[in-house]
């Protein structure tokens, strides 16, 4: 079993900065890519960003430029910087998990979320 566990999220006015940690426990965590998807109110969890145990970075459309995943594997720890920030980022942030590459329709274990919100 793999524990996720965010924190960083609250309030930010439109054009600010957050960002949001995933403190992972359970399992050798440089044998888990990991990523965040994000799920607003009324719609659908999304994809936003991910990376491997060997450093790939992946992003979604939506944030791409604006925002930066990274990870420090000896605080078993990922992050998600997040810049520019829009009123329609505003979302519940998720943390997850996969042994191996990360796919992200096949996540393993996920956290329970970090609120962000963006004032408009």
């Known amino acids: 079993q793999v524990q996720l566990v965010e924190s960083g999220g609250g309030l930010v006015q439109a054009g600010g900065s957050l960002r949001v940690s995933c403190q992972a426990s359970?399992?050798?965590?440089?044998?888990?890519?990991m990523g965040w998807f994000r799920q607003a109110p009324g719609k659908e969890r999304e994809f936003v960003a991910a990376?491997?145990?060997?450093?790939?970075?992946y992003y979604a459309d939506s944030v791409k430029g604006r925002f930066t995943i990274s990870r420090d594997n000896a605080k078993t720890t990922v992050y998600l910087q997040m810049n520019s920030l829009k009123p329609e980022d505003t979302a519940v942030y998720y943390c997850?998990?996969?042994?191996?590459?990360?796919?992200?329709?096949?996540?393993?274990?996920w956290g329970k979320g970090t609120l962000v919100t963006v004032s408009s």
């Open positions: 359970g399992r050798t965590f440089t044998n888990y890519g």
């Open positions: 990376v491997n145990s060997g450093g790939t970075t």
């Open positions: 997850a998990a996969r042994r191996g590459a990360f796919v992200p329709n096949a996540v393993e274990y």
